[in-house]
């Protein structure tokens, strides 16, 4: 089984510029998610998606933050602009979703975000 | 959600057994205990889940109080890949938090030659 795919791995940018994240799940896994992991801290969740619709954005920073996932499969995050505080890993999860008996999340090796 | 306390590091010796342990005091009767390990510069990794019974795969054995108070994870024979960030989670189990996973600090665990 193919694991989360993210890209970039890395991503260098000056503050107040833009940049995209990639996510493509596990295939048939209904339900992903976002998380932000600040260097020392454990990965906190930014926005969880039901298909192609968005379950809980409650901890996302919507004057800069956005994410879609169109068609229910593919997802982006996006933020602009960007400030230094943002400087973090970008972790994608998937799962079959809830009620689903094993219902654990496949992480991806995340994005490695610096703002300079 | 239910809280979760872990020691925020521990050691152990390659070849012996490495407990960690893990309190949710908060815990409600339908709400399971995850396990997660992230390694440096990876996604966190799931090891194993349980809700009243212990558990135990090919990875772990996961210890749960009577009470449901407490936990412990067992790595029977830890080796220097073992070394990683331990994550003890409660997962949501109603509301907006259904199925959430919410991660806390953690516990370094550091396994020596």
């Known amino acids: 089984e193919a694991g989360v795919a993210q890209s970039p791995r890395y991503k260098i940018i000056e503050k107040r510029q833009s940049v995209a994240f990639w996510c493509n799940p596990i295939?048939?896994?209904?339900?992903l998610y976002w998380y932000q992991q600040i260097l020392g801290q454990g990965p906190k969740l930014l926005i969880q998606?039901?298909?192609?619709?968005?379950?809980?954005d409650s901890q996302l920073p919507k004057d800069r933050f956005s994410a879609e996932r169109l068609k229910g499969v593919d997802s982006t995050l996006k933020i602009q602009p960007a400030k230094l505080e943002d400087s973090a890993v970008y972790l994608c999860?998937?799962?079959?979703?809830?009620?689903?008996?094993?219902?654990?999340?496949?992480f991806g090796s995340g994005t490695r975000l610096t703002v300079v | 959600d239910a809280k979760t306390t872990q020691p925020t590091s521990m050691d152990c010796a390659e070849g012996r057994a490495a407990n960690l342990p893990c309190n949710h005091s908060?815990?409600?009767?339908?709400?399971?205990v995850y396990w997660y390990r992230q390694i440096h510069s990876q996604g966190p990794q799931y090891i194993i889940h349980?809700?009243?019974n212990n558990e135990t795969n090919e990875m772990a054995s996961l210890i749960i109080t009577e009470d449901r108070k407490s936990s412990t994870l067992i790595l029977p024979h830890a080796t220097l890949r073992d070394t990683a960030v331990y994550y003890c989670?409660?997962?949501?189990?109603?509301?907006?938090?259904?199925?959430?996973?919410?991660f806390g600090q953690g516990t370094i665990l550091t396994v020596h030659p």
């Open positions: 349980g809700l009243k």
């Open positions: 989670i409660v997962r949501g189990a109603g509301g907006t938090s259904y199925g959430k996973l919410t």
């Open positions: 999860a998937s799962s079959l979703g809830p009620g689903t008996a094993d219902y654990g999340y496949t």
């Open positions: 295939s048939g896994h209904a339900t």
């Open positions: 998606f039901q298909n192609n619709g968005v379950v809980d």
């Open positions: 908060t815990i409600s009767g339908n709400e399971y």
